[in-house]
């Protein structure tokens, strides 16, 4: 009954039209093209840019919207769920409804208007979190999470569809920066450091571990300072944040109680050919290996649910906590495989996990469209 009025609040003739550019093809885009293309931002650059993104956007958000409407075991019909169809399709009327770009005024009011799309989606994942959440409360217990696989596998398809769509609205957002940080074509920086986004990330997951635990194991990083490559630092951030905040949970619990001192997170930044490999190593005692498969599905978490002890979580941003979603690898997975690369874990029962975060230098990779 909600789906029926929440659809009654858009036209026939707008779900007709979703309906049409859902089949369109989409154009997916290179690391190496959007570094390139990006270098020069000049006013004829950013005008393609736009008239590129007026046409590959809606198309992208049409896709998703039409998805959201069909999803299995009644998830369509969630509260949370269809909040974020409605976002999707206020988003695809917005696009559809703005004429063509001509000239640099037009692609500037367009650049203003794909910014606020970009802020009206802001809370995408913690809110599909809750619409999958409202479905395994109301679930019977007996389902094998694994056995839900067309929603692992939309999820998937969702949030990498989300991670691209942002990364070109903020591409192009930030080609307009007067002043740019040095070495950086919108949001890639063309001589990143790996060893020191790592510092970084771990030093902001370090201090939520204090936070929460009131101790935190130590962090030794092994690479060399200097050696940089172009990427994106906000995705490598995201995903070494949560490899190491995953590490550090594990060990603070395992050594809680413990005479001994909290060995360290050990994190090795190695450069090779083809790709940059950052290894995270702990002793937290390892995943055992009936779990192993669980830990890249979205329906599996070890830590309590922030979505229990939060219950007004709906519409507020991500709560910052150590663990709980279950969304944070494979999440961080889909990141690494956007432009590439690639997530490994690796368990020792009994002693502890080592991730691999491979990351592609060459740059060449091509989107994955769902």
């Known amino acids: 009954m909600t789906a029926r009025k929440v659809t009654e609040s858009f036209s026939k003739s707008l779900i007709e039209e979703v309906h049409k550019w859902g089949c369109m093809k989409q154009t997916g885009v290179g690391l190496r093209y959007m570094m390139e293309f990006g270098s020069k931002p000049t006013e004829r650059n950013l005008l393609i840019s736009g008239q590129f993104l007026h046409k590959e956007l809606p198309i992208r958000i049409a896709r998703r919207a039409i ?3 069909s999803l299995p075991y009644g998830l369509s019909e969630k509260p949370a769920v269809l909040k974020v169809r409605d976002w999707y399709l206020d988003s695809f009327r917005d696009l559809r409804a703005f004429p063509d770009i001509k000239d640099t005024n037009d692609e500037k009011e367009f650049t203003k208007m794909i910014k606020a799309i970009k802020v009206r989606h802001n809370n995408v994942v913690p809110m599909m979190a809750l619409g999958v959440q409202q479905l395994k409360k109301g679930m019977d217990p007996k389902i094998v999470y694994e056995d839900l696989d067309e929603i692992h596998q939309f999820l998937d398809r969702f949030y990498m569809s989300r991670i691209g769509i942002r990364m070109l609205i903020g591409q192009h957002v930030e080609l307009h920066n007067p002043n740019p940080p040095p070495h950086c074509v919108g949001y890639i920086h063309t001589k990143m450091s790996p060893v020191e986004v790592a510092q ?5 997951a370090r201090s939520i571990c204090l936070r929460e635990y009131g101790s935190a194991p130590e962090i030794n990083i092994y690479g060399y300072p200097k050696f940089t490559f172009p990427y994106v630092p906000t995705h490598l951030h995201l995903m070494v944040f ?8 594990a060990v603070q619990e395992r050594f809680m109680d413990s005479d001994r001192v909290a060995p360290p997170i050990r994190i090795i930044v190695a450069d090779g050919i083809e790709d940059v490999t950052i290894k995270v190593c702990d002793e937290g005692g390892g995943i055992p290996r009936s779990g192993l498969p669980k830990i890249f599905t979205y329906l599996y978490s070890t830590a309590k649910n922030p979505l229990d002890e939060y219950p007004d979580l709906g519409t507020a941003d991500t709560v910052m906590t150590m663990a709980g979603y279950g969304y944070g690898l494979p999440i961080s997975r889909l990141y690494a495989r956007y432009f590439g690369g690639d997530l490994q874990i690796i368990s020792m029962e009994g002693y502890g996990t080592d991730a691999y975060l491979h ?5 060449d990779s091509q989107e994955p469209l769902p």
């Open 359 to 363: 990351l592609s230098r060459l740059g």
């Open 242 to 249: 949560e490899l190491v905040k995953n590490s550090l949970r």
């Open 67 to 69: 998805e959201l409407e």
């Open 200 to 204: 970084n990330a771990s030093e902001d």
